[in-house]
């Protein structure tokens, strides 16, 4: 099963600038009309979704896409398939709760957003860093072991410990600060908070990825033994991917608690650090485009699940039943995801002749 | 052995001081300065037993998974589900025919039989995709853990420990002095150590089968070679598939055993795949010493932990296992990865 | 080839120096009980080009597998420019003038053939970890770009490497070679597979490389190693057997029944 993520354009040639300056189309010409449709279609949202569409649907789809994003970039560009994002996301989401002010007030400090939002996501990203330099001295399967289990050991400690983590019941009330006089919780600016770290994040992720970081890292994941004989610290380089990652996850985990307004042990508990899995291995590991796609696909069918379910006659709590079997069938017969579905029609419909002059492309 | 202690001859040296420590600390009646120190000692001796029996547990399911992993390279996560299912399944046998004991081969068979489906249906058409393997095993774990959801519910079954084995036995092992003069001995649950029992000699005879018989060393042969070895003629596909199936049935009955320990519900199988995720990087990949030495190391750090310090007990089970990665990452016995 | 005249002038004084480029002392390696390589001593003058020879299995890509530093030695040093190496992971030797071609193409197959050559200029410079992509007036990507016409490989520039034929790929592989500031190359078996016309170019490549570039060349094929080497070391059984000009080497008896004519050792 290739994961390989391939980007699509290779370096500029040099001597691009003096062969064609005029002629060469700015880099916005270059994007491609459906990516323009679909952010004409996300902006103008608010206009005519309900709140429920909004706030839930794509809320949760952002925030989800953002995290597995995240185990994306160190999966397709990487080659190291990490567990640990939710846990990542998780440890950001409660420090938000622990610093800023919540409804714990035994626990919570109060500090102020500008204060608690860099120490969160500096936290998390420092946790996730020093994960990697366990993780990267594994490979492959090893690499989903050692990050699982350390996932767990996170899941179990916040369960049991009372004085930070507030144990079993977690932190309640937390809010987004008030800033420019807007409620930052209310569905629509939410709405476009969350759409917005989502593009940002997604361009991060594509604009690194032909950077010579993230070159690089695609190199390491080809042929680590070549990149250290070319001179790169190979092992160095995916802590730092870790890092990178891991920096992503912890502004999914801060959105996450927003949302919610509350964090639990459960937040980032087993089956949904599985689940982030499940949502990038359906949208696809290749493109930065997938987890979004996968995450629309796993929310739609967690919100309107139940409710097909009943219609059928059967049981409403069994469409965790139907995610499974759903994913067993993506890796069975698509192990690319819809994108390697979509890749594949798309090689079809260029091999098919054309309707009009009966020539193929 | 003797070549472990010629090697490195200051760390054996510690390790043999340890282990007379802790045999003073088992064996001998304890000084009053030491009961103030560390608790009465049948606190701690309860403490060392649990872990030690709770260490032959892991050690049924980690042992399955750590040969199919270690000696075919197949990434079975549903081994945890395989767990579950053989607990409630033999819940179910001991629950209708009274009998404790009829369970185990008949779960045996059972999970033998998915496990033999599943080396069909999955890893033999993905054969050389770990990755894929290990998706799809997720998947599964993910719908067989929804499927015995909607069928025994979300409440926690015991097994009844049958009558021949219940209440406690009294063990050779001093926990006090009474003033008379007469040592006061442990007493402890009397199916815990039938089941400690049972797991060495299994244990035992896994080891001798793999390391001392024609078919183990055809398995290992197999597992460093796999298509030369296919290409001499002997019936390997046929070996391999009795390796997956033996490993699944060990799973199965480690549930029945957990059923009678503990108790079976759901999340129990997620947490002892994870166990046996952390059993094999501690004690390393694909070696019967190691998953007994990971076991009991594991074991005895989570009961320890829960004992003296029971809000830190997982953290303590997971320093154990980045301190293993972090210097030696193939595992105590692993090869080099 | 003018990206390799560019070499800053610190490098080409100290090729001129009294310090050797290369320098083993006593390398052995040992699997199991088997000596790949027994005590090994040669030495490597700056600019020099050494080929050194032997029959499958004498060990010669084990030596160089010390050299770059994928194994460690069992014991004996290794000095790289006066710097003592032996224990530096492969990285860091790379950083201080080595570079290496390999036996069987190690390749990304996923990157096109300017991305390949850019990470290899990018490997030996200072921002490595760059989160900025390069501007169209990037120093590295013209230098990248003079190397891929240096190997004749600008038609195929922008195909990724899993396109390429294996002529191209051989190509590429000395491209990355010599990307950043070599000094000293070590080719292993440059010529395998390749069609007469093409080992007639790499004899050409090697013999025209600016002469404050040393290499050290494995090759079967004696026509192209005794033509672009000065100087020959041949090993059998993991052992410096003789060294010698090539002419030398050529006529030695002792040599001739071993390995150009005789059976193998």
Redesign the interface.
């Known amino acids: 099963?290739a994961?390989?993520a391939?980007t699509r354009s290779?370096?500029?040639?040099?001597?691009?600038?003096v062969a064609a300056p005029a002629l060469a189309p700015p880099w916005f010409a270059r994007i491609p009309a459906g990516l323009w449709l679909a952010a004409a279609v996300l902006l103008t949202m608010p206009a005519y979704a309900n709140t429920f569409i909004l706030f839930q649907v794509f809320g949760w789809t952002f925030i989800l896409g953002i995290i597995s994003l995240s185990l994306m970039f160190l999966a397709g560009y990487g080659g190291m398939?990490s567990l640990i994002q939710m846990t990542v996301a998780g440890l950001a989401g409660y420090m938000v709760a622990i610093l800023g002010p919540s409804g714990t007030d035994q626990i919570s400090l109060g500090l102020s957003w500008w204060i608690y939002l860099p120490v969160a996501l500096a936290v998390a990203t420092l946790f996730g860093t020093l994960v990697g330099t366990?993780a990267v001295?594994?490979?492959?399967?090893?690499t989903?072991?050692?990050t699982?289990?350390?996932a767990?050991?996170f899941f179990?400690?916040t369960r049991?410990?009372?004085t930070i983590f507030n144990g079993y019941n977690g932190f309640t009330l937390v809010r987004p600060p008030e800033l420019f006089g807007i409620d930052w919780r209310q569905p629509v600016p939410f709405y476009y908070l969350a759409l917005g770290c989502a593009a940002l994040c997604y361009g991060a992720v594509v604009?690194?990825s032909?950077?010579?970081?993230g070159?690089?890292l695609?190199?390491i994941?080809?042929?680590a033994?070549?990149?250290?004989?070319?001179?790169?610290?190979?092992t160095a380089?995916r802590i730092?991917a870790y890092s990178f990652a891991s920096a992503l996850a912890a502004i999914g985990g801060v959105l996450l608690v927003w949302q919610n307004g509350q964090i639990a042990p459960g937040t980032a508990g087993?089956p949904a650090v599985?689940d982030i899995?499940?949502i990038a291995?359906v949208g696809g590991l290749r493109r930065p485009i997938g987890p979004f796609i996968g995450a629309l696909i796993y929310v739609v069918l967690s919100s309107f699940a139940p409710d097909i379910l009943t219609a059928f006659g059967l049981?409403p709590?069994?469409f965790?039943?139907i995610?499974?079997?759903g994913?067993?069938a993506a890796?069975?017969f698509s192990?690319d995801g819809v994108l390697g579905l979509w890749d594949r029609w798309q090689a079809s419909r260029a091999r098919r002749a054309d309707p009009l002059t009966g020539r193929t492309r | 052995m003797t070549a472990f202690v010629q090697r490195r001859p200051i760390a054996s040296l510690l390790i043999a001081v340890l282990v007379a420590f802790l045999a003073w600390l088992i064996l001998a009646p304890w000084p009053p300065g030491v009961t103030a120190v560390m608790g009465p000692k049948r606190v701690f001796l309860a403490a060392i037993l649990s872990g030690v029996t709770l260490g032959a547990l892991y050690f049924l399911v980690a042992s399955g998974f750590t040969l199919i992993?270690g000696l075919m390279r197949n990434?079975n996560l549903a081994h945890g589900s395989l767990y579950l299912l053989g607990g409630y399944l033999g819940f179910e046998v001991a629950d209708r025919t009274g009998s404790w004991l009829l369970a185990f081969p008949i779960v045996f068979i059972a999970t033998a039989l998915i496990g033999i489906v599943l080396q069909y249906v999955v890893f033999r058409r993905?054969e050389g995709?770990?990755?894929?393997q290990?998706?799809?095993t997720?998947?599964?774990s993910?719908?067989l853990?929804?499927?015995m959801?909607?069928i025994w519910g979300g409440r926690s079954y015991q097994i009844l420990t049958p009558d021949f084995l219940a209440g406690p036995m009294e063990l050779p092992l001093v926990t006090a002095v009474r003033p008379n003069g007469d040592y006061v001995y442990l007493r402890y649950p009397r199916v815990r150590i039938w089941i400690l029992i049972a797991a060495i000699v299994l244990g035992l005879a896994m080891w001798f089968v793999i390391n001392r018989t024609r078919i183990g060393m055809l398995i290992r042969a197999g597992v460093d070679d796999r298509e030369m070895l296919a290409a001499s003629g002997l019936p390997v596909q046929a070996v391999f598939v009795a390796v997956f199936a033996f490993g699944a049935g060990l799973a199965g009955i480690a549930g029945i055993v957990g059923g009678t320990f503990q108790s079976l519900s759901p999340g129990e199988d997620?947490r002892f795949l994870?166990a046996s995720?952390?059993v094999?990087?501690v004690g390393g990949m694909g070696s019967i010493t190691g998953a007994a030495l990971g076991a009991l190391i594991v074991g005895l750090t989570e009961q320890i932990g829960l004992t003296y310090a029971?809000?830190?007990?997982?953290?303590f089970?997971?320093l154990l296992?980045?301190a293993v990665?972090?210097f030696r990452?193939q595992g105590l016995m692993g090869r080099r990865? | 080839m003018n990206v390799l005249e560019s070499a800053p002038p610190s490098t080409r004084l100290a090729s001129v120096g009294a310090t050797n480029a290369l320098e083993l002392r006593g390398v052995t390696r040992m699997f199991g009980a088997l000596a790949a390589i027994a005590d090994v001593t040669l030495t490597v003058r700056p600019g020099e080009r050494r080929a050194v020879l032997g029959s499958n299995g004498a060990g010669k890509t084990t030596l160089f597998n010390c050299i770059?530093g994928?194994i460690l030695p069992t014991s004996g040093t290794i000095r790289l420019f006066g710097e003592d190496v032996t224990r530096f992971?492969?990285?860091e030797r790379?950083?201080r003038g080595l570079?290496?071609t390999?036996q069987i193409s190690?390749?990304?197959?996923?990157?096109?053939v300017?991305?390949?050559v850019?990470?290899?200029c990018?490997?030996?410079s200072r921002?490595?970890?760059?989160?900025?992509?390069?501007r169209?007036?990037?120093p590295l990507?013209?230098r990248?770009?003079e190397l891929i016409e240096a190997v004749h490989l600008t038609p195929a520039?922008?195909r990724?490497v899993c396109e390429l034929s294996y002529g191209q790929q051989r190509q590429l592989e000395i491209a990355?070679a010599l990307?950043?500031a070599p000094r000293l190359i070590l080719f292993d078996e440059p010529a395998a597979g390749l069609s007469p016309a093409e080992r007639r170019e790499l004899v050409e490549i090697l013999t025209n490389l600016p002469r404050h570039i040393g290499f050290v060349i494995i090759e079967h094929d004696m026509d192209v190693a005794l033509r672009v080497a000065e100087s020959v070391t041949m090993l059998h059984n993991g052992r410096v057997f003789k060294e010698g000009a090539p002419g030398e080497i050529e006529d030695d008896p002792e040599v001739q029944a071993l390995y150009l004519g005789g059976a193998h050792g």
Do not use: C
């Not at chain 2, 995709?129 to 894929?132: C, V």
């Not at chain 3, 490595?128 to 390069?134: E, I, Q």
């Open positions: 099963m994961v390989a391939r290779t370096l500029p040639a040099s001597n691009a600038s398939v366990l001295r594994t490979e492959g399967i090893y989903i072991m050692i699982l289990a350390i767990s050991a179990y400690f049991q410990n009372y604009y690194v032909r950077a010579p970081f070159l690089a695609q190199g994941r080809d042929n033994r070549r990149m250290a004989a070319l001179g790169y610290n190979v380089h730092l087993i599985i899995l499940v291995v049981e709590d069994r965790k039943l995610v499974g079997l994913f067993l890796v069975f192990p | 992993f990434v993905m995709e770990e990755l894929r290990t998706l799809v997720i998947g599964l993910i719908v853990a929804d499927l959801l909607a997620t994870l995720l952390v094999v990087i029971p809000t830190y007990s997982v953290v089970t997971f296992m980045a990665l972090a990452p990865l | 770059t994928d992971p492969p990285y790379i950083r570079r290496r390999y190690l390749l990304f197959p996923g990157l096109s300017a991305d390949s850019y990470l290899a990018r490997g030996v921002w490595r970890y760059s989160l900025l992509r390069p169209a007036g990037d990507l013209a990248a770009d520039r922008d990724l990355l990307a950043g």
